[in-house]
């Protein structure tokens, strides 16, 4: 039997910032491979449908809404419109994230905030209004995405995407305490470095590493990984399955590193 049959998931981020298989849209389709129908939601309306027609274009069950998820007033039409689809939530995955460049003297007040809505606000509403529902189902699954960069320094300054991310793990931690005897489990996922659009898409990130060529961009980061390569979105959507199923039923408050070895290394 599939590991998620008659299991709806929300996944917060599953569209793609550009060609290719970013993390959310890997997840969503592995969610929706392994038997859950599956709630696609992402800022921008035509990635979401991307996902979503992936989806039911192999005879699975999804739907694409589009939700700005740092504003409340999205978040909750995007609760409405999930239970309204599939009447029940069973897995919530906030993967939406950004990253901008600069330590605490570059980086403005307002990308601070962006960053940080974006990142952790986003999560924080999500949880907000899905914990009462899966209260009253009974239990349910909530995997947050953060990153290795907020456990330690990658080499490139981002204090703010750090921060938040940071920040999202001791959510979850709290967040998975607070909760677990109503059989909640909250668990997030740090990946490494990561070959998706996102990566791609952040000018910042390439003018750090490459002078802002992608290409040796990421023979750069290949290199820092002690696997010699970076990881992929199916990595990602591999670890969030296993913390979305049954399988791990018993586990909360983790925060599964998916790095390829990265933070093992001194430096």
């Known amino acids: 039997m599939p590991r998620l049959q008659g299991k709806t998931a ?34 921008n309306a035509e990635a979401a449908e991307e996902t979503a027609s992936l989806i039911t274009g192999t005879g699975g069950r999804a739907t694409a809404f589009a939700a700005d998820v740092s504003r409340a007033v999205d978040v909750e039409a995007m609760i409405h419109a999930c239970m309204a689809a599939y009447g ?3 897995v919530l995955d906030n993967n939406v994230g950004i990253a901008e ?30 914990i009462p529902i899966m209260q009253r189902q009974g239990g349910g699954s909530i995997i947050n995405i953060s990153s290795i960069a907020s456990i330690r320094h990658l080499g490139i300054s981002y204090v703010s995407y750090a921060a938040s991310k940071a920040a999202m793990n001791a959510v979850t931690r709290t967040t998975a305490v607070e909760y677990a005897r109503d059989h909640i489990r909250v668990n997030c996922i740090l990946p490494g470095l990561m070959k998706t659009p996102m990566v791609a898409h952040s000018a910042g990130l390439a ?6 060529d992608v290409e040796a961009m990421w023979r750069a980061r290949d290199e820092q990984v002690p696997m010699g390569h970076m990881g992929e979105a199916w990595d990602v959507a ?28 001194v430096n």
């Open 10 to 43: 929300l996944v917060v981020g599953a569209g793609s910032i550009g060609p290719g298989w970013g993390n959310g849209k890997a997840t969503a389709v592995t969610f929706a491979r392994e038997g859950a129908q599956v709630f696609c939601v992402d800022r």
């Open 88 to 90: 029940r939530i069973d």
């Open 101 to 130: 460049t600069g330590g605490v003297v570059e980086i403005s007040e307002a990308e601070w905030d962006r960053v940080f809505a974006v990142n952790l606000k986003s999560a924080f509403l999500a949880m907000k209004h899905v």
């Open 207 to 212: 003018a750090s590493y490459a002078g802002g």
């Open 238 to 265: 591999n670890a969030a399955l296993f913390l979305a199923g049954d399988e791990s039923k018993y586990v909360t408050g983790l925060e599964l590193v998916v790095d390829g070895g990265l933070t093992l290394k």
